[in-house]
């Protein structure tokens, strides 16, 4: 049973497409039988809105799905109503970031490049501010940074996801702030690269192009093989998650060149130190 009410919907959604599609119903034919429109069955089989159990009940009714299978699909699609922690901070987090979040809360590997700035994950409160000031202004800035360190709990805990950063070396140079505020933000990343569930690399200037020029990405996947790996890419007005297989596949790729271009985990270290030293 997944933790994230996100993640449920998108299981639920994918779950009644595949039922739907098995009994060899059209949209409008199966959208007329549970007396709701076509846009809506289409809608909830995208995972853009809920369902509510006693209509999951009655689709599943439908597509003929009865006894413990049923139950099961009934009992995610109650998980699928509760809130997550997220959705307390809807006043300064976007839904299509929430949506993301609520993937992040749940996946059990983070595979990540960024070309200009930390990732959120791993910022300090100082940086994270600082970063929100310059692409953002000051308006809800205390909620979005204490929603940003919140995020950070999945490193931490009794199962942390494996996360794997490929960093520009750019962004260890690029002073958002004051030196002490960079000088924090490099050491906290000498720490966190130390924990067993997290790996940074850094790609040198020396590495020369490299496969990810166009976007930085996340790549999540998740524990249950029923949910499918999705890719995350984030622009400053919206965010597009892609979840064919071969675009995961692809990005799957890319992550794994950039690994091998980029310095491994005790060269980066090192580097870190170095920038570390250039702002104190």
């Known amino acids: 049973m997944t933790a994230s009410p996100t993640v449920r919907r998108r299981?639920?959604?994918?779950e009644l497409r595949q039922l739907r599609e098995r009994a060899g119903m059209t949209l409008d034919v199966a959208a007329r039988q549970l007396d709701m429109s076509k846009s809506n069955l289409s809608r909830i089989e995208n995972a853009q809105i809920g369902i509510k159990p006693r209509d999951v009940r009655a689709a599943l009714a439908?597509?003929?799905?009865?006894?413990?299978?049923?139950?099961?699909?009934?009992?995610?699609?109650?998980?699928?109503?509760?809130?997550?922690?997220?959705?307390?901070y809807s006043d300064v987090l976007p839904d299509w970031f929430e949506f993301y979040v609520g993937l992040e809360a749940e996946a059990a590997t983070l595979r990540t490049y960024e070309a200009e700035a930390v990732p959120g994950l791993l910022q300090t409160?100082?940086?994270?501010?600082?970063?929100?000031?310059?692409?953002?202004?000051?308006?809800?800035?205390?909620?979005?940074?204490?929603?940003?360190?919140?995020?950070?709990?999945?490193?931490?805990?009794?199962?942390?996801?494996?996360?794997?950063?490929?960093?520009?070396?750019?962004?260890?140079?690029?002073?958002?702030?004051?030196?002490?505020?960079m000088a924090g933000q490099l050491s906290h990343l000498e720490t966190v690269a130390q924990l067993p569930n997290v790996t940074i690399q850094v790609l040198p200037f020396s590495a020369?192009?490299?496969?990810?020029?166009?976007?930085?990405?996340?790549?999540?996947?998740f524990a249950d093989a029923a949910d499918a790996a999705v890719v995350y890419l984030e622009n400053l007005t919206t965010g597009l998650a892609l979840e064919e297989a071969a675009q995961v596949r692809s990005y799957s790729l890319v992550h794994e060149r950039l690994r091998r271009l980029a310095l491994d985990p005790a060269a980066s270290l090192v580097r870190l130190k170095e920038a570390t030293r250039y702002f104190t």
């Open 125 to 181: 409160e100082a940086y994270a501010r600082e970063v929100y000031r310059l692409t953002a202004g000051e308006d809800g800035l205390d909620r979005k940074v204490a929603a940003r360190l919140r995020r950070q709990d999945v490193l931490h805990g009794e199962n942390p996801v494996e996360l794997s950063v490929v960093l520009n070396e750019a962004a260890l140079l690029r002073s958002v702030s004051k030196r002490a505020v």
């Open 11 to 14: 299981r639920i959604a994918r």
């Open 62 to 88: 439908l597509y003929q799905v009865t006894g413990n299978d049923a139950e099961a699909l009934i009992e995610i699609a109650r998980g699928a109503q509760q809130r997550g922690w997220w959705q307390h």
């Open 208 to 221: 020369g192009g490299h496969p990810a020029m166009s976007s930085p990405y996340v790549l999540l996947t």
